[in-house]
């Protein structure tokens, strides 16, 4: 049995501009009905990453798919089966929200107006209001609205939170994003770049970090949770000397140490076990723990 059709399939990316090189021959693949995040800093290159996917830059090197699709040759085909929310979202400021999300639904062929409605209600939003006079934060709320409303197979997020106020943050995440894919259980991808990964920890089930364009990282959430651990041992005395080079980072705090191991778990915990130590635990980094043990390896 052959294996469904990737949502999207990036193969040895590379882009430039000028002689900074934003991309260096990024390649994964995001499995239909997946939320996939694309984690790194500010300038690792996840902007222009989305951007060649949407065709909005072209790819100096290798290719890019959405459902087979080469965006570059058949533009309005692949945009038909996703929607976007950029970083930053702009309107035509004359129009109010109204009119600007009926502008948006005319180039769609289904738009869920029931959940147009729960999503004002959800923000408060006022349709009279021009987009012009909207907050950052009001304007990425109508470009969620816009994206989440033509039910897409593919819905693109680039940075969804960054405008919203922190304590909606995590609600707008459940709710939203949350009832996108349960409106087509199993088949709706989402690919998310951000920076915020402890406000996605739930919802991401495969990741790849990016640093300075190139891919440091992929990995299944919950095998990334198995594979790296935090070890916290205390011992009676100030701990011997041992060799941890296995350990991604060692913290020593008098009696305590503590480790981050990233696949080298078993092996650490039976060199402590050996000097006896009165508390001796683990626990699975977060996404955020490990993207930071990742960069700071």
């Given at each position: 049995m052959s294996s469904p059709t990737?949502?999207?399939?990036?193969?040895?990316?590379?882009?430039?501009?000028?002689?900074?090189?934003?991309?260096?021959?990024?390649?994964?693949?995001?499995?239909?009905?997946?939320?996939?995040?694309l984690f790194g800093r500010n300038g690792a290159g996840k902007t222009t990453t989305m951007k060649c996917l949407l065709n909005l830059l072209h790819p100096q090197r290798g290719q890019v798919r959405v459902f087979g699709i080469d965006p570059a040759k058949q533009e309005v085909a692949a945009k038909r089966l996703l929607s976007y929310v950029p970083d930053q979202v702009a309107f035509y400021p004359w129009m109010s929200v109204r009119e600007t999300l009926d502008y948006l639904a005319s180039f769609?062929?289904?738009?869920?107006?029931?959940?147009?409605?729960?999503?004002?209600?959800?923000?408060?939003?006022?349709?009279?209001?021009?987009?012009?006079?909207?907050?950052?934060?009001q304007r990425t709320q109508?470009?969620?609205?816009?994206?989440?409303?033509?039910?897409?197979?593919?819905?693109?997020?680039?940075?969804?939170?960054?405008?919203?106020?922190?304590?909606?943050?995590?609600?707008?995440?459940?709710?939203?994003?949350?009832?996108?894919?349960?409106?087509n259980p199993g088949n709706r991808t989402i690919f998310v770049s951000t920076h915020l990964i402890t406000e996605f920890e739930g919802l991401i089930d495969?990741?790849?970090?990016?640093?300075?364009?190139?891919?440091?990282?992929?990995?299944?959430?919950?095998?990334?949770?198995?594979?790296y651990q935090k070890i916290h041992a205390r011992f009676a005395q100030a701990p011997p000397e041992l060799d941890l080079k296995a350990a991604l980072r060692v913290r020593r705090d008098g009696?305590?140490?503590?480790?981050?191991?990233?696949?080298?778990?078993?092996?650490?915990?039976?060199?402590?076990?050996?000097?006896?130590?009165?508390?001796l635990s683990t626990q699975a980094l977060t996404?955020?723990?490990?993207?930071?043990?990742?960069?700071?390896s």
């Open positions: 990737p949502a999207i399939q990036i193969d040895n990316l590379s882009y430039s501009y000028g002689s900074a090189e934003a991309v260096h021959d990024l390649t994964l693949t995001v499995p239909p009905g997946r939320c996939y995040g769609r062929p289904h738009w869920n107006r029931k959940t147009e409605l729960e999503l004002f209600e959800h923000f408060g939003l006022d349709p009279a209001q021009r987009t012009g006079s909207l907050s950052k934060g109508v470009a969620l609205i816009a994206a989440i409303c033509p039910e897409t197979d593919l819905l693109v997020l680039d940075e969804p939170t960054s405008g919203l106020d922190p304590i909606v943050r995590r609600e707008f995440i459940e709710t939203v994003i949350g009832a996108y894919q349960e409106g495969e990741f790849t970090i990016v640093d300075q364009g190139r891919s440091v990282l992929t990995l299944d959430s919950d095998q990334a949770r198995e594979r009696r305590e140490l503590e480790l981050i191991a990233n696949g080298a778990g078993p092996e650490l915990l039976e060199r402590l076990r050996q000097h006896n130590p009165e508390e996404l955020e723990e490990i993207f930071v043990a990742t960069l700071k």
